[in-house]
């Protein structure tokens, strides 16, 4: 049992910190030691561990509408993998895979899954009918400090007839902001989320959700969000949000 605890806390210590701490990830996870950038890091970290084996769901799929599609080629051809040996200055958008809950493909994670529920998943990744739900692909741009999302809202998420629930937008504004913070901030939570609905969004749009590092006090992550039509020229929502770092162990006391 001991041992197993170990095993545990150790695949934790790489599971957790993978896609966030650098100095841990250097430290404790020799073989994703990298000479790379941040959100290389977790993009790799991502693709190798929580991702090996099951799908990337922020690919393109058939039932991306032409403006997703536009959008999602826009963003792809403005991203790409600096050359080998070659200073990535941060000046080009990276596309973010979808993480998906296999802590069994981490160490110690076949243990974790069982203390946890082996059989949760990401909500808003948990629907088989594509389309329905959640259709998002987030890109991120480090020297800018920036995510964007491009998200297709299907026909599940109905508040008000004919536009998005509130929930739903709200949902998404988490997981952009919970995302870009995790990407800054080590594990992290969300403490606060502050919202103000602007106007409906159309069931079946595309919107854009973009978010923004605002500050960095100690454990805490402040950033803002906006979601607009996709030229821009519609403010559907925005939000502020307060993210909390935490350690791991933070999520097994109950
Ligand atoms: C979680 C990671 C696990 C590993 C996962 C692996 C990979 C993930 C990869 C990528 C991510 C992918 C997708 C992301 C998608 C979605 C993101 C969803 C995120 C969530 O859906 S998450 C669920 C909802 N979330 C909760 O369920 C939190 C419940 N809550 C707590 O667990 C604690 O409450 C906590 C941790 C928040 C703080 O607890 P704590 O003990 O660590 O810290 P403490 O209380 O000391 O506060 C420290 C400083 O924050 C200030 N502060 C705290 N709370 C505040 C508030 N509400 N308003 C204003 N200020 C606040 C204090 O005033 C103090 O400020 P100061 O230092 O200045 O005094």
Redesign the pocket.
Known sequence: MARNVGRIFSGFRC??S???GKTQLKTRCPRLLLRTTPERTVVQA?SSI?SHKSRDFSLPNSSWGEEMMRLYNHYSSQSGEAAEGQEDQGEQWTRLPS?NRSLKYATGGVYLSKIIQSKAR?F?RNIRDTGAAFEYVLFFRRDKQRCVCIFQAGHLLEGPPGHVHGGAIATMI??VT??HA?LLSA??????LNINYRSPIPLGSTVLVESTMDKE????TFLSCRVTSTDGSKLHTEAAA?F???N?S??LRG
């Open positions: 599971s957790g993978l896609p966030f991502l929580f993480y990401l808003t988490d997981t919970g995302t995790s594990p992290v939570m969300t403490a606060n006090e100690g454990k805490k307060l909390v770092s935490i791991v933070h999520l």
